[in-house]
């Protein structure tokens, strides 16, 4: 995935998962957009996802 536009700009999805990166940003964004905030998930399904967000994240070009 790339990290960058051709103009040198974040990628939108970049961006936005900055953006929803902690827990209190998530809560703000999903009031400002009007959405539902989901109930917390349970710890298994938790950690899984962070698990494939690392291996996003540590994924080289």
């Known amino acids: 995935m790339a990290k960058r536009d051709e103009a040198g ?3 939108l999805a970049d961006a936005v998962r900055e953006l929803i990166g902690t827990e209190d ?3 703000n964004v999903h009031k400002l957009l009007g959405l539902e905030v989901e109930p917390e998930l349970p710890p298994t399904l938790a950690s899984l996802l962070e698990a494939i967000g690392k291996a996003g ?3 080289t070009p």
Request: charged share 65%; hydrophobic share 0%.
């Open 57 to 59: 994240r540590d994924e």
């Open 9 to 11: 700009h974040k990628t």
């Open 25 to 27: 940003n998530r809560r």
